[in-house]
């Protein structure tokens, strides 16, 4: 059923969506743009829903679950086999590499925005602006084992772009930043090999492995 995407947006840019703190300060105008890749609880930005919209975490589906009941993106990715009306489900695996086949399968690489950005190549993009993407997080996970699970305990998220976006109870796993940059840096080759970009538009990002640039040169 995913292979109706193949090469769908050929020769267009897209903007993948990180949650970090920063998504608040980007002007809405970069990211009704371009073709646009959202996750996890990307509806909390007032105004604003990507044209295509992931989850792969099973505590952040938990999470989210209630909210997408009326949430209209033109295509929903959705973690098999989890249960959301008028979505297209992905097989996520755990694999050292890149998916050049959503149809198959969707390798995890530690982070949402990774998925995303093997959607978006299967999808015939081939350059690609990261918003979002802060890589950094300042909320006590410092150090935690990578996938380890917490439960929020601030009643403010100092972490991603609004305040409730993980709310008091929640249950999320730790961020995986240091593996996250290895599959980054896969990713960056992919994309590289096929004659396309993947540069990381975030202000005061902390990620290292993409090309990096400003809202200004793109808007």
């Given at each position: 059923?995913l292979?109706?995407f193949?090469?769908?947006h050929?020769?267009?840019?897209?903007?993948?969506?990180?949650?970090?703190?920063s998504?608040?300060?980007?002007p809405?105008e970069?990211?009704?743009?371009?073709?646009?890749f959202?996750?996890?609880?990307?509806?909390?930005?007032?105004?604003?829903?990507?044209?295509?919209?992931t989850?792969?975490?099973?505590?952040?589906?938990?999470?989210?679950a209630?909210?997408?009941?009326?949430?209209?993106?033109?295509?929903?990715?959705?973690r098999?086999?989890?249960?959301?009306?008028?979505?297209?489900?992905?097989n996520?695996?755990?694999?050292?590499?890149?998916?050049?086949?959503?149809?198959k399968?969707?390798?995890?690489?530690?982070?949402?925005?990774?998925?995303?950005?093997?959607?978006?190549?299967?999808?015939?993009?081939?350059?690609?602006?990261?918003?979002g993407v802060?890589?950094?997080?300042?909320g006590?996970?410092?150090?935690?084992?990578?996938?380890?699970?917490?439960?929020a305990?601030?009643?403010v998220?100092p972490?991603?772009?609004?305040?409730?976006?993980f709310?008091?109870?929640?249950?999320?796993?730790?961020?995986?930043?240091?593996?996250s940059?290895?599959?980054?840096?896969?990713?960056?080759?992919?994309?590289?090999?096929?004659?396309?970009?993947?540069?990381?538009?975030?202000?005061?990002?902390?990620?290292?492995?993409?090309?990096k640039?400003?809202?200004?040169?793109?808007?």
């Amino acid at each position: 059923m995913l292979s109706k995407f193949k090469n769908i947006h050929v020769g267009e840019t897209g903007i993948v969506i990180g949650n970090g703190p920063s998504l608040k300060d980007c002007p809405r105008e970069l990211l009704d743009k371009y073709v646009s890749f959202g996750a996890n609880k990307i509806f909390l930005l007032d105004g604003f829903v990507p044209n295509y919209y992931t989850i792969i975490d099973e505590h952040m589906l938990h999470n989210c679950a209630p909210y997408l009941t009326n949430y209209k993106p033109d295509a929903m990715f959705i973690r098999r086999p989890y249960p959301i009306h008028g979505c297209y489900h992905i097989n996520t695996i755990v694999h050292a590499g890149w998916s050049n086949n959503i149809n198959k399968a969707v390798v995890m690489g530690g982070t949402v925005t990774y998925a995303n950005l093997q959607i978006a190549h299967y999808m015939g993009i081939r350059n690609v602006l990261l918003v979002g993407v802060d890589h950094d997080y300042s909320g006590g996970l410092a150090g935690a084992p990578p996938g380890a699970i917490f439960q929020a305990d601030m009643k403010v998220d100092p972490d991603h772009f609004h305040p409730d976006y993980f709310k008091v109870g929640d249950f999320y796993a730790a961020p995986e930043l240091e593996g996250s940059e290895g599959y980054y840096k896969i990713a960056r080759r992919v994309y590289e090999q096929d004659g396309g970009h993947v540069i990381n538009l975030t202000p005061g990002t902390k990620e290292t492995a993409f090309e990096k640039g400003t809202y200004d040169e793109w808007l």
